[in-house]
Protein backbone atom coordinates (compact mmCIF):
# COMPACT_ATOMS: atom_id res chain seq x y z
CA UNK A 1 0.00 0.00 0.00
CA UNK A 2 1.54 3.18 -1.10
CA UNK A 3 1.78 5.84 1.51
CA UNK A 4 -0.39 8.92 0.98
CA UNK A 5 1.09 12.23 0.35
CA UNK A 6 -0.64 15.00 1.67
CA UNK A 7 -1.03 18.04 -0.97
CA UNK A 8 -0.01 21.23 1.01
CA UNK A 9 -1.63 24.16 -0.32
CA UNK A 10 0.06 27.34 -1.55
CA UNK A 11 1.26 29.85 1.02
CA UNK A 12 -0.27 32.41 0.05
CA UNK A 13 -3.88 30.85 0.12
CA UNK A 14 -4.35 32.41 3.88
CA UNK A 15 -4.22 35.84 2.27
CA UNK A 16 -6.75 35.26 -0.39
CA UNK A 17 -9.38 34.20 2.25
CA UNK A 18 -8.35 36.87 5.00
CA UNK A 19 -9.21 38.92 2.13
CA UNK A 20 -12.61 37.45 1.10
CA UNK A 21 -13.42 37.77 4.78
CA UNK A 22 -12.34 41.08 5.22
CA UNK A 23 -14.78 41.99 2.53
CA UNK A 24 -17.90 39.93 3.24
CA UNK A 25 -17.81 40.57 6.82
CA UNK A 26 -17.61 44.33 5.98
CA UNK A 27 -20.52 44.07 3.51
CA UNK A 28 -22.15 42.27 6.47
CA UNK A 29 -21.69 45.25 8.65
CA UNK A 30 -23.37 47.58 6.44
CA UNK A 31 -26.04 45.71 5.94
CA UNK A 32 -26.82 45.53 9.94
CA UNK A 33 -26.65 49.00 9.66
CA UNK A 34 -29.36 49.25 7.18
CA UNK A 35 -31.07 46.89 9.38
CA UNK A 36 -30.82 48.71 12.06
CA UNK A 37 -32.23 51.66 10.58
CA UNK A 38 -34.78 50.01 8.85
CA UNK A 39 -36.25 48.28 11.96
CA UNK A 40 -39.43 50.06 13.70
CA UNK A 41 -38.36 48.54 17.26
CA UNK A 42 -34.96 50.11 17.80
CA UNK A 43 -34.13 48.01 20.64
CA UNK A 44 -32.30 44.58 22.29
CA UNK A 45 -35.26 42.40 21.77
CA UNK A 46 -36.47 43.75 18.14
CA UNK A 47 -33.02 43.11 16.99
CA UNK A 48 -32.74 40.04 18.91
CA UNK A 49 -36.05 39.17 16.76
CA UNK A 50 -33.82 39.70 13.30
CA UNK A 51 -30.96 37.68 14.44
CA UNK A 52 -33.37 34.95 14.78
CA UNK A 53 -34.67 34.75 11.30
CA UNK A 54 -31.02 35.00 10.34
CA UNK A 55 -30.13 31.96 12.53
CA UNK A 56 -33.10 30.16 10.91
CA UNK A 57 -32.22 31.17 7.25
CA UNK A 58 -28.68 30.29 7.82
CA UNK A 59 -29.48 26.87 9.26
CA UNK A 60 -31.55 25.92 6.71
CA UNK A 61 -28.51 27.10 4.22
CA UNK A 62 -26.30 24.96 6.56
CA UNK A 63 -28.59 21.79 6.68
CA UNK A 64 -28.62 22.43 2.54
CA UNK A 65 -25.06 22.29 2.42
CA UNK A 66 -24.28 19.39 4.84
CA UNK A 67 -26.86 17.35 2.66
CA UNK A 68 -24.28 18.31 -0.03
CA UNK A 69 -21.04 17.44 1.61
CA UNK A 70 -22.97 14.16 2.36
CA UNK A 71 -23.16 13.56 -0.92
CA UNK A 72 -20.30 14.99 -2.39
CA UNK A 73 -17.48 14.30 0.58
CA UNK A 74 -19.21 12.10 2.34
CA UNK A 75 -15.57 10.64 3.32
CA UNK A 76 -14.81 14.29 4.79
CA UNK A 77 -17.93 14.02 6.54
CA UNK A 78 -17.36 10.99 7.89
CA UNK A 79 -13.89 11.81 9.28
CA UNK A 80 -15.39 14.99 10.91
CA UNK A 81 -18.09 12.15 12.74
CA UNK A 82 -15.35 10.06 13.64
CA UNK A 83 -13.46 12.96 15.34
CA UNK A 84 -16.37 14.27 17.57
CA UNK A 85 -17.07 10.55 18.69
CA UNK A 86 -13.38 9.77 20.21
CA UNK A 87 -13.28 13.75 21.48
CA UNK A 88 -15.86 14.84 22.98
CA UNK A 89 -14.46 18.66 23.46
CA UNK A 90 -15.11 18.53 19.68
CA UNK A 91 -19.00 18.92 20.65
CA UNK A 92 -18.83 21.11 23.47
CA UNK A 93 -16.61 23.32 20.96
CA UNK A 94 -18.98 23.47 18.13
CA UNK A 95 -21.58 24.10 20.90
CA UNK A 96 -19.85 26.55 22.50
CA UNK A 97 -19.28 28.13 19.25
CA UNK A 98 -23.03 28.56 18.63
CA UNK A 99 -23.40 30.38 21.55
CA UNK A 100 -20.60 32.90 21.14
CA UNK A 101 -21.34 33.56 17.66
CA UNK A 102 -25.07 34.45 19.10
CA UNK A 103 -23.42 36.36 21.72
CA UNK A 104 -21.14 38.26 19.06
CA UNK A 105 -24.10 38.87 16.43
CA UNK A 106 -26.42 40.28 18.90
CA UNK A 107 -23.62 42.50 20.28
CA UNK A 108 -22.26 43.73 16.88
CA UNK A 109 -25.75 44.55 15.78
CA UNK A 110 -26.15 46.51 19.22
CA UNK A 111 -23.11 48.37 19.05
CA UNK A 112 -23.48 49.36 15.29
CA UNK A 113 -26.79 51.21 15.21
CA UNK A 114 -26.18 53.14 18.57
CA UNK A 115 -23.14 55.44 17.75
CA UNK A 116 -22.79 57.85 15.12
CA UNK A 117 -20.45 55.84 12.61
CA UNK A 118 -20.78 52.15 12.08
CA UNK A 119 -17.07 52.56 11.18
CA UNK A 120 -16.38 53.03 15.08
CA UNK A 121 -17.57 50.48 16.18
CA UNK A 122 -15.70 48.58 13.46
CA UNK A 123 -12.65 49.77 14.72
CA UNK A 124 -12.95 48.02 18.75
CA UNK A 125 -14.44 44.70 17.14
CA UNK A 126 -11.77 44.37 15.24
CA UNK A 127 -8.96 44.60 17.88
CA UNK A 128 -9.88 41.18 18.76
CA UNK A 129 -6.65 40.74 16.78
CA UNK A 130 -4.92 41.53 19.95
CA UNK A 131 -6.47 39.10 21.97
CA UNK A 132 -5.76 36.26 19.26
CA UNK A 133 -2.31 36.93 18.88
CA UNK A 134 -2.04 36.48 22.92
CA UNK A 135 -4.27 33.70 23.45
CA UNK A 136 -2.24 31.58 20.43
CA UNK A 137 0.61 33.09 22.11
CA UNK A 138 -0.37 31.99 25.45
CA UNK A 139 -2.68 28.56 24.71
CA UNK A 140 -0.55 27.27 22.03
CA UNK A 141 2.64 28.57 22.24
CA UNK A 142 2.35 30.10 18.77
CA UNK A 143 5.37 32.74 17.99
CA UNK A 144 4.32 36.62 17.91
CA UNK A 145 7.52 38.24 16.23
CA UNK A 146 8.78 41.82 16.82
CA UNK A 147 7.01 43.06 14.30
CA UNK A 148 3.93 41.92 14.76
CA UNK A 149 4.43 43.29 18.29
CA UNK A 150 4.88 46.35 16.93
CA UNK A 151 2.01 46.14 14.47
CA UNK A 152 -0.20 45.36 17.58
CA UNK A 153 1.05 48.72 19.43
CA UNK A 154 0.53 50.84 16.02
CA UNK A 155 -3.10 49.17 16.23
CA UNK A 156 -3.66 49.83 19.66
CA UNK A 157 -2.74 53.43 19.30
CA UNK A 158 -4.78 53.83 15.96
CA UNK A 159 -8.10 52.66 17.57
CA UNK A 160 -7.63 55.02 20.11
CA UNK A 161 -7.21 58.08 18.26
CA UNK A 162 -10.28 56.90 15.67
CA UNK A 163 -12.25 56.56 19.45
CA UNK A 164 -10.87 59.91 21.20
CA UNK A 165 -11.31 61.89 17.87
CA UNK A 166 -14.56 61.18 16.38
CA UNK A 167 -16.97 63.61 16.58
CA UNK A 168 -19.00 64.22 19.39
CA UNK A 169 -22.62 63.64 18.33
CA UNK A 170 -25.34 62.83 19.67
CA UNK A 171 -26.51 59.34 19.78
CA UNK A 172 -28.79 58.15 17.56
CA UNK A 173 -32.33 57.49 18.53
CA UNK A 174 -32.96 53.53 19.69
Request: aromatic share 10%; proline share 5%.
Amino acid sequence: MAAETAVRPPPWRWVVFALIACFTSATFFLVYRWVGDTLSAKTIPGMAAYLLWVFVAVGVAGALGLLVCYACHRPMLQRFTSDASRHSGLVWAVAGTGVLITLTQLSILVSFNSCANPGYAHVIVNMNVLLVLLGAFLIFGLPVGLMSGIGVVVAVVGVSLVIVGQKKTTPRPT
